[in-house]
T-cell receptor, first 118, second 113 residues
Framework: GAVVSQHPSWVICKSGTSVKIECRSLDFQATTMFWYRQFPKQSLMLMATSNEGSKATYEQGVEKDKFLINHASLTLSTLTVTSAHPEDSSFYIC??????????????FGDGTRLSIL | DQQVKQNSPSLSVQEGRISILNCDYTNSMFDYFLWYKKYPAEGPTFLISISSIKDKNEDGRFTVFLNKSAKHLSLHIVPSQPGDSAVYFCAAAGGTSYGKLTFGQGTILTVHP
């Protein structure tokens, strides 16, 4: 159980393109999902908290208009990198926690999306 | 400000021996700690967690120890197996940041046959 699916796993696109990444909880409902970014050989950095039915909460320094998050259902959150540029190239990972769980429960992660902007 | 630190970038261990991965934190509001294992180009896989009300939690070959006074936790893997070779991240949560995890930099564990 507790499977999180992320799609696509790898994207290569031209500068200026907008890219959408999907994160789905396959066997549980997730009121809250999280989006992380990882640079090579560095830690996972939380970008934003995605809340079902409401606006996402962004971490300091993360551009809201650049990284659009939509959490339209209890099993799906999307991250859209708008007008992507080479500096947006990175490994993006989502995670989810079961709805209704006590806060101290592990997050379950997707397999990540490797985004390369040419 | 790095609130969760893994000061050893890498660790090399012989198969069958114990692997000890360390993690320090600075935020006294953290009350829940987790260890994740990660392979390249994959998402982290949850291994084991511990709440601040405990000082030890064990699951098979994995044991996590928490020393709250020292703000230090460690992951012990006994016996280590070649399949354990991966990057290990410790993460912490707590305080007002509901559900949000703060990760350490990771430690690359290599278990030699």
């Amino acid at each position: 159980g507790a499977v999180v699916s992320q799609h696509p796993s790898w994207v290569i696109c031209k500068s200026g393109t907008s890219v959408k990444i999907e994160c789905r909880s396959l066997d549980f409902q997730a009121t809250t999902m999280f989006w992380y970014r990882q640079f090579p050989k560095q830690s996972l950095m939380l970008m934003a908290t995605s809340n079902e039915g409401s606006k996402a909460t962004y971490e300091q320094g993360v551009e809201k208009d650049k990284f659009l998050i939509n959490h339209a259902s209890l099993t799906l959150s999307t991250l859209t990198v708008t007008s992507a540029h080479p500096e947006d190239s990175s490994f993006y990972i989502c995670s989810a926690t079961r709805t209704g769980q006590w806060s101290n429960q592990p997050q379950h992660f997707g397999d990540g999306t490797r985004l390369s902007i040419l | 400000d790095q609130q969760v630190k893994q000061n050893s970038p890498s660790l090399s261990v012989q198969e069958g021996r114990i692997s000890i991965l360390n993690c320090d934190y600075t935020n006294s509001m953290f009350d829940y700690f987790l260890w994740y294992k990660k392979y390249p180009a994959e998402g982290p896989t949850f291994l084991i967690s511990i709440s601040s009300i405990k000082d030890k939690n064990e699951d098979g070959r994995f044991t996590v120890f928490l020393n709250k006074s020292a703000k230090h936790l460690s992951l012990h893997i006994v016996p280590s197996q070649p399949g354990d070779s991966a990057v290990y991240f410790c993460a912490a949560a707590g305080g007002t940041s509901y559900g949000k995890l703060t990760f350490g930099q990771g430690t690359i564990l290599t278990v030699h046959p």
